[in-house]
Structure formats: structure tokens, C-alpha cells
């Protein structure tokens, strides 16, 4: 069977640690390189919970989107949850990589994941990354087209529907009844990227973390530039429709998405570099942090 030093080789080609955003720091934080894997299993966040259904299921390798130690820590001890799980994961010999925004830019990866399961096509990187050598075009989110229109009422349904459920739902900004082809998105926190978005002439933005603020200055901007279109002034793109509508996903769960792809691709990586099998699985643990949503 593989060790995991050949299952991380694998991940690190599929998932690539040079796409990843300066500031990020994915790649492996637990576990023994010459450690056998025979199962891995794939979650968004590494909570407790998540990590202690991995090891009943016997996991060798827990691999989640979100970093355990997103900004500097200084400690891994008893004293916090972080150091608890370190414990915990070294004491079942379970390790643990992290897929971040090196997954979100990869062929494969969490955006390409969601675009190809909302149904677009011709996607490609909103923000490309350079990479010469790459065989397929990496990059921040992806621009695509549906292969026909439809209201952004029924859009938000489908991407609804895709999404695993949440308390929390989909969030719309926009007129439900106004048509929608052309989409952009990016999993994730993504209210940096309007001027990409308005500049790929998207007609809706599907992305997380959607802020007051910078929603009602993008939408009052849109309309804005619709109202000046229908008067014949060529401002931003189209007619006088206004876009971008937003739709607003819950984070974990639009990143989620990357698992239906990663469960098949890892196993077949690994067994085409190695000659090994492994199993693969993604939790069904819900890991969004909301626990109702209440409208009374």
C-alpha cells in the first residue's frame, strides 16, 4: 500500500501548492510520512466532529478544504481546540492535508467543481494563473455560460438544489424574473472580486460571505448603469438589464462540492503513480456553523 508521502506527491500534483494565494499555507500538517494509507476521507472543515468520524471509519488521511491553522499559532497544546486535534489526530495515526486555495485554482478543483454541477459551460478562470507548463488553465473562480436562459429565480434554485443543505439557505440580490446565461463564480469569500465580475460582463455572482455594504453599492452601481443604458448611454455591459444579481451560498457547503471530484480522482492518481489502491469518501457532516435560520 502507499505511504503517505507518495499520497501527498499525488495530491500536491493534482492540487498544486504553488496556485495557492500568498498568504495561504496548505499542504500537510499532521502526520508521519511513512505511514501507511489505506482510507481517506474528505470534509470542508476540520472540526472535531469531522475528525472524530474519521477515525472511527479508521481513516489514514483526513483531507479538508479549510486550513486547521489559518493565521499564526504559537501553541499546539491541551490549552486550545487546535492542539486538541493535533493530539488527537497523531494519537489514531491519522494525518491530516489541507487543499486550499491551491484546490480552489486547480483543473478539477472546488471552482471548476461547482461550475461544471451548476451547469455551465465553456468555463474558464476568472483569474487566471500563470502556469506554462499546466495542462489544463488554473485559476481563481470560473466565467462560463448556461446553454440556455433562464430566470434568475429558477438559477438560484438549481444552485440550491446542488448545494448540500444548510440552515442558512442561498441568499439572491437582483430581480427574480430578469434572464441569466452568463455566470460567474467563486467559492468562498468573494466580495474582492466585483470589478473581475463586472468586467467579465457576468449576468449573476455566485459566491459566500456576502457583506451589506459592498452588495448594496455593486447592486446600486448595476442599476445605476441599467438606468443609464436604457437612456442610450453605453455604461458597463449589455442592455438594460442590471447585473450582476448575486446569489449568497453557504461557505462550506459551495466548497463541499469539490469531493464529488476528488473522491474518484485521488484513488485513480494514487494507483496510476503507485500501483496502489486506496478508498476515499467524503463525510456527510454538515459543517456550516449556523444551526437555524429563523424569519418570524
Same mark, same amino acid.
Given at each position: !500500500?502507499?505511504?503517505?508521502? $507518495?499520497? &501527498?506527491?499525488?495530491?500536491?500534483?493534482?492540487?498544486?501548492?504553488?496556485?495557492?494565494?500568498? %498568504?495561504?499555507?496548505?499542504?500537510?500538517?499532521?502526520?508521519?510520512?511513512?505511514?501507511?494509507?489505506?482510507?481517506?476521507?474528505? @470534509?470542508? *472543515?476540520?472540526?472535531?466532529?469531522?475528525?472524530?468520524?474519521?477515525?472511527?471509519?479508521?481513516?489514514?488521511?483526513?483531507?479538508?478544504?479549510?486550513?486547521?491553522?489559518?493565521?499564526?499559532?504559537?501553541? &499546539?497544546?491541551?490549552?486550545?481546540?487546535?492542539?486538541?486535534?493535533?493530539?488527537?489526530?497523531?494519537?489514531?495515526?491519522?494525518?491530516? %492535508?489541507?487543499?486550499?486555495?491551491? =484546490?480552489?485554482?486547480?483543473?478539477?478543483? &472546488? /471552482? %471548476?467543481?461547482?461550475?461544471?454541477?451548476?451547469?455551465? +459551460?465553456?468555463?474558464?478562470?476568472? +483569474?487566471? &494563473?500563470? #502556469?506554462?507548463? /499546466?495542462?489544463?488553465? =488554473?485559476?481563481?473562480?470560473?466565467?462560463?455560460?448556461?446553454?440556455?436562459? !433562464?430566470?434568475?429565480? #429558477?438559477?438560484?434554485?438549481?444552485?440550491?438544489?446542488?448545494?448540500?443543505?444548510?440552515?442558512?439557505?442561498? $441568499?439572491?440580490?437582483?430581480?427574480? *424574473?430578469?434572464?441569466?446565461?452568463?455566470?460567474?463564480?467563486?467559492?468562498?469569500?468573494? #466580495?474582492?472580486?466585483?470589478?473581475?465580475?463586472? /468586467?467579465?460582463?457576468?449576468?449573476?455572482?455566485?459566491?459566500? #460571505?456576502?457583506?451589506?455594504?459592498?452588495?448594496?453599492?455593486?447592486?446600486?452601481?448595476?442599476?445605476?448603469?441599467?438606468?443609464?443604458?436604457?437612456?442610450?448611454?453605453?455604461?458597463?455591459?449589455? *442592455? =438594460?438589464?442590471?447585473?450582476? @444579481?448575486?446569489?449568497?451560498?453557504?461557505?462550506?457547503?459551495?466548497?463541499?462540492? %469539490?469531493?464529488?471530484?476528488?473522491?474518484?480522482?485521488?484513488?485513480?492518481?494514487?494507483? =496510476?503513480?503507485?500501483?496502489?489502491?486506496?478508498?476515499?469518501?467524503?463525510?456527510?457532516?454538515?459543517?456550516?456553523?449556523?444551526?437555524?435560520?429563523?424569519?418570524?
Amino acid at each position: !500500500m502507499p505511504n503517505l508521502k $507518495q499520497v &501527498v506527491d499525488v495530491l500536491e500534483a493534482l492540487y498544486p501548492l504553488r496556485y495557492a494565494e500568498q %498568504w495561504d499555507e496548505p499542504g500537510l500538517i499532521v502526520g508521519d510520512l511513512a505511514a501507511p494509507v489505506r482510507r481517506i476521507r474528505f @470534509a470542508a *472543515d476540520p472540526t472535531y466532529a469531522v475528525v472524530e468520524e474519521a477515525i472511527a471509519d479508521h481513516a489514514d488521511l483526513l483531507v479538508t478544504h479549510h486550513p486547521l491553522f489559518f493565521r499564526a499559532v504559537h501553541e &499546539v497544546s491541551g490549552l486550545g481546540f487546535r492542539g486538541d486535534i493535533v493530539r488527537r489526530l497523531n494519537e489514531a495515526h491519522c494525518a491530516l %492535508w489541507v487543499g486550499h486555495t491551491n =484546490a480552489d485554482a486547480s483543473w478539477h478543483g &472546488v /471552482a %471548476w467543481a461547482a461550475a461544471e454541477l451548476f451547469g455551465l +459551460t465553456d468555463h474558464h478562470p476568472l +483569474t487566471p &494563473v500563470a #502556469d506554462p507548463g /499546466a495542462a489544463h488553465e =488554473a485559476g481563481l473562480g470560473r466565467v462560463g455560460t448556461l446553454p440556455e436562459p !433562464m430566470t434568475l429565480r #429558477d438559477f438560484a434554485r438549481r444552485v440550491a438544489r446542488t448545494l448540500p443543505h444548510t440552515e442558512l439557505g442561498v $441568499q439572491v440580490c437582483g430581480d427574480l *424574473d430578469a434572464p441569466v446565461r452568463r455566470v460567474a463564480l467563486l467559492p468562498g469569500s468573494g #466580495d474582492s472580486m466585483f470589478d473581475e465580475v463586472r /468586467a467579465a460582463g457576468a449576468d449573476v455572482y455566485v459566491t459566500s #460571505d456576502l457583506r451589506h455594504h459592498p452588495v448594496t453599492d455593486a447592486i446600486e452601481q448595476a442599476r445605476y448603469e441599467a438606468r443609464m443604458r436604457g437612456r442610450g448611454l453605453a455604461l458597463g455591459h449589455g *442592455d =438594460a438589464h442590471v447585473r450582476p @444579481a448575486f446569489v449568497n451560498t453557504p461557505h462550506s457547503a459551495i466548497e463541499s462540492l %469539490w469531493f464529488r471530484y476528488a473522491v474518484e480522482d485521488v484513488p485513480a492518481a494514487v494507483l =496510476a503513480a503507485t500501483g496502489d489502491e486506496v478508498t476515499a469518501e467524503r463525510t456527510t457532516l454538515v459543517t456550516d456553523p449556523w444551526t437555524a435560520s429563523i424569519h418570524d
